[in-house]
């Protein structure tokens, strides 16, 4: 079992930056791919980001590349997604997610889900 925690929602200007945190406990976080997801209500949750589990692999969908960086520190069993050059178009809950196996831009295939985080991208 992996639990996961977000951290550093809020809300933003358009053009500004977040940092979004992803704690993990439980079972051995460097064996666990970790990404990130977003919904906003009435859309279907898309994929943004995700990191293998020694850090060496980084994927991301079109509409983040350039401006949303995933990274992970092991150590600390804590995974990052910095934000920047935010648009309003952003605005969505951020899920954490780990799993090990499938495809990095299925949410089907991670089996830990933290609660999400708010994030609020102003005009």
């Known amino acids: 079992q992996v639990q996961l925690v977000e951290s550093g929602g809020g809300l933003v200007q358009a053009g500004g930056s977040l940092r979004l945190s992803c704690a993990a406990s439980?079972?051995?976080?460097?064996?666990?791919?970790v990404g990130w997801f977003r919904q906003t209500p009435g859309k279907e949750r898309e994929f943004v980001a995700a990191i293998g589990g020694s850090g060496g692999s980084t994927y991301y969908a079109d509409f983040v590349k350039g401006r949303f960086t995933i990274s992970r520190d092991n150590a600390k069993n804590t995974a990052y997604l910095q934000m920047n050059s935010l648009k309003p178009e952003d605005t969505a809950v951020y899920y954490c997610?780990?799993?090990?196996?499938?495809?990095?831009?299925?949410?089907?295939?991670?089996?830990?889900w933290g609660q999400g985080t708010q994030v609020t991208v102003s005009s």
């Open positions: 439980g079972r051995i976080f460097s064996n666990q791919r």
């Open positions: 997610v780990a799993g090990r196996w499938g495809l990095a831009y299925s949410d089907a295939s991670y089996n830990y």
